[in-house]
């Protein structure tokens, strides 16, 4: 059974850094694409970033271009999250999730349960 | 980057059937056949209920269909059940490698 656990959300104050990651088990990690997606409290969906199979040129939405930054580690079936400069807007659920194959166009497949990350003061 | 345009709201009785619009640009829906809908029951994580249009994965009831024309992709429940009740959610591949979301519709079977 593919299973994703995220971890490392947590209550942080304005212009903090956090480091979110997503443990990966049930299926083979290197060989497929995974992605980050936030939910703002009592909002919709939002795109964060992908990151294919070899790591190389993972992109961004706006909102978080220069501060976020996806990464992987294969022996460590792990999914990380850097998260800097963070803002009272970055306060969401934050889900990783596995892509269907081992490019960015691939849609989300499975989605893990989340993690809460509170930005405030 | 703009949201893909999904209506806030529909509703439906058990039975009926209901369609859900995500309308984008010619820089995401209108270009890939990578559309995608999600559905989200209150505190619990999405799921995958539409793939690539049309296409429905193991597990998802055939009472759920995806097509697409030009910007705009739909998502048509038909024999609405209760549990059918949540949040969904359009998704599409860009142009510019990224993804969008809609907004979100919230279906409520009366």
């Known amino acids: 059974e593919v299973q994703l656990v995220e971890s490392g959300g947590i209550l942080i104050q304005p212009g903090g850094s956090l480091r979110l990651s997503c443990a990966a088990s049930?299926?083979?990690?290197?060989?497929?694409?995974m992605t980050w997606v936030r939910q703002a409290p009592g909002k919709g969906l939002e795109w964060v970033s992908s990151?294919?199979?070899?790591?190389?040129?993972?992109y961004y939405p706006d909102s978080v271009k220069g501060r976020f930054t996806i990464s992987r580690d294969n022996s460590k079936n792990t999914l990380y999250l850097q998260m800097n400069n963070l803002r009272a807007e970055d306060t969401a659920v934050y889900y990783c999730?596995?892509?269907?194959?081992?490019?960015?166009?691939?849609?989300?497949?499975?989605w893990g349960k989340g993690t809460t990350v509170t930005v405030s003061s | 980057q703009s949201a893909l345009t999904q209506p806030a709201s529909v509703s439906g009785s058990p039975g009926q059937s209901i369609t859900i619009s995500c309308t984008g640009t010619?820089?995401?829906?209108?270009?890939?056949?990578?559309v995608s809908w999600y559905q989200q029951h209150p505190g619990k994580a999405p799921k995958l209920m539409i793939y690539d249009v049309s296409n429905r994965p193991s597990g998802v009831s055939n009472r759920f269909s995806g097509s697409k024309s030009g910007n705009t992709a739909s998502l048509t429940i038909s024999g609405l059940q209760a549990e059918d009740e949540a949040d969904y959610y359009c998704s599409s591949y860009t142009t510019s490698s990224t993804w969008v979301f809609g907004g979100g519709t919230k279906l409520t079977v009366l």
């Open positions: 990151i294919s199979v070899t790591g190389g040129s993972p």
């Open positions: 010619s820089s995401d829906v209108g270009t890939y056949n990578y």
């Open positions: 049930g299926f083979t990690f290197s060989s497929y694409a």
């Open positions: 999730a596995k892509l269907a194959g081992p490019t960015l166009y691939y849609y989300i497949h499975v």
